[in-house]
């Protein structure tokens, strides 16, 4: 160890150099241990290890590009499957309920059960995320749902469509939802909502290709013919998530590799005097070794699911929001072509309702993933989610006077734009709230509690439409839903920001005190302070402090 200039003292000089005439007797060799100490205590707690600042909190740097795009591509696919097969299997329920002889409520629990299901099995599909990666649990869900449809083509009863259409095939869509919004956050970061909007896309391309497809098979092959090919078709979700390759895993081992050698660098510096430390050091680590083993099975679930999330402020903010948002976001969909029947527009005209919405939607998820991705947006991407949510409600509001086709058509286009924002958000938002590391836990927590009320939604939607025998109460009873919840989310996430602003700025107030800026006699006398509280660990070094200052002294009375 070479000497260093301590600016008005000279030099610092090694044990072997204290004899030195440069040197200042007894100060230099207090000041050379003092040096030695702080290297040995920042030993001690950091465990030896250096590990260089990453910026971002995955640990490494994401590409925002080359193979992410192809990520993209399958996770759209993937996305597209979760949100559009559940609306468009329902086409296949007239006939099944006439073959087994059931009420409409009966063959509509077909759809809630799967929604139930997707949304409800988050949390287990996170976990697994954690455990295994995105690629395995999507290609299993894949798997799920081939598997789930093809049994339903040999059903003889509605309970066993429930089973086999409903858990079976809604688990494997939940296994291809959380995996694929995940991804994303691991190869984006600087594009991240438009990956997200382009991906978010793949939902409305895919419902205007099912709901064709789905007729034509009907026509052609009848439910069970139709259910066989479905379920060979969603087996491609196992092609989508092959794309998912693994990322990171190289960036940290070149990471492992630096800190290896900082390691390495600093245990030489440190053997001689940290000797005698080890031990304490391996009982402690043995200590923690035992803990770890004795943890329970709750404290093992944490480990793959961060329950500390509920402490986040801003998840919180988020999850409220978003749960009552869910109480009227999905009913208006269900019920725009009965409402457009229910006022005199034929069945052909009120289904191509839905392809508008469709095609606006297909338009203005990847445009608002631009936008929001935009320098004037992002800093402040809650607020234009908010917006979102409550223009959203505001186009329900005002869908009751819509008296004509022409008006429903305008509905639908606003209708279609403003759906297409929210969901284009939806994620983005929540990964800018708590960070593409927590991501994959809070999708997870919050699907489950999102669960509730998407299965609330229609049926409260249609006890108002059947008690009132009018639509415009439910459209209101949605717009007012949807209204509070924007206006909810952007009132907290008002106050959110400025108190994180102000959190940011008491730090930086911390960091630039002068008062914590130590002077060599204040850091010589922490440094008594500290040895008194580490114990024996440190004795070697005191002894051989003690032992130069005899020999310094020695040498200045010759």
Not at 158 to 179: D, E, K, M, S, W
Request: with cysteine; aromatic share 12%.
């Amino acid at each position: 160890m070479g000497s260093v200039d301590t600016g008005n003292q000279g030099k610092w000089c090694p044990p072997t150099y204290s004899l030195n005439p440069n040197c200042n007797s007894e100060e230099a060799v207090d000041s050379q241990i003092d040096a030695r100490h702080q290297k040995v205590v920042f030993a001690l707690k950091s465990g030896l290890t250096m590990s260089p600042p990453v910026p971002s909190d995955l640990g490494y740097v994401p590409p925002d590009g080359g193979w992410g795009w192809a990520v993209v591509f399958g996770a759209s696919i993937s996305i597209g499957f979760a949100y559009a097969f559940p609306k468009g299997v329902a086409i296949f329920f007239k006939e099944i309920q006439d073959f087994f002889g059931t009420s409409y409520s009966e063959i509509a629990w077909v759809s809630s059960i799967m929604l139930a299901t997707t949304y409800g099995a988050g949390p287990i599909s996170s976990i697994l995320v954690n455990r295994y990666g995105s690629r395995p649990v999507v290609i299993l869900g894949g798997l799920l749902c081939g598997i789930g449809m093809v049994s339903a083509a040999f059903c003889t009863s509605i309970l066993q469509l429930y089973i086999c259409v409903g858990f079976i095939t809604g688990f494997g869509l939940a296994l291809n939802l959380q995996p694929s919004v995940i991804i994303i956050g691991k190869y984006f970061l600087k594009r991240r909502p438009i990956a997200n909007g382009l991906a978010m896309a793949g939902s409305p391309v895919m419902l205007c290709t099912l709901a064709p497809l789905n007729q034509f098979l009907f026509d052609n092959f009848g439910w069970r013919g139709s259910f066989l090919i479905l379920g060979a078709i969603l087996l491609n979700c196992c092609v989508a998530g092959a794309l998912f390759r693994p990322i990171g895993a190289a960036t940290a081992s070149v990471k492992t590799q630096v800190a290896e050698e900082g390691k390495d660098a600093l245990k030489e510096e440190v053997t001689k005097d940290a000797m005698e430390m080890s031990s304490p050091r391996n009982i402690t680590m043995e200590t923690k070794t035992e803990e770890e083993g004795g943890k329970g099975c709750c404290e093992k679930v944490n480990q793959y699911l961060d329950f500390s999330l509920f402490k986040h402020r801003g998840f919180l903010i988020y999850l409220i929001g978003n749960v009552l948002m869910f109480l009227g976001f999905f009913a208006p969909i269900v019920f725009l072509a009965p409402y457009a029947k229910h006022i005199g527009i034929d069945e052909y005209s009120a289904a191509f309702l839905l392809s508008i919405l469709a095609i606006v939607d297909m338009i203005a998820r990847p445009t608002t993933g631009i936008i929001a991705n935009s320098k004037w947006v992002r800093p402040r991407i809650q607020y234009f989610f908010s917006f979102s949510i409550a223009f959203n409600g505001a186009c329900h509001l005002l869908c009751p006077l819509a008296s004509g086709y022409t008006g429903l058509v305008v509905y639908s286009i606003f209708f279609g734009l403003a759906f297409g924002m929210v969901c284009a958000m939806l994620f983005e938002t929540l990964m800018d709230l708590v960070g593409a590391a927590r991501f994959t836990s809070a999708v997870g927590l919050v699907t489950i509690a999102e669960c509730c009320t998407i299965l609330l939604g229609p049926p409260i939607g249609g006890t108002l439409i059947d008690t009132f025998g009018d639509y415009k109460y439910m459209f209101i009873k949605c717009g007012a839903v949807m209204v509070l919840a924007g206006t909810f989310l952007f009132i907290m996430n008002y106050y959110n920001y400025h108190a994180l602003a102000k959190e940011e700025k008491e730090r930086k107030a911390k960091e630039e005190d002068p008062k914590s800026v130590r002077t060599e006699n204040e850091g010589r006398n922490n440094w008594n302070k500290e040895t008194a509280q580490e114990g024996p660990e440190l004795e070697p070094l005191r002894e051989e402090r003690e032992g130069l200052k005899k020999e310094v002294n020695g040498t200045n009375e010759v």
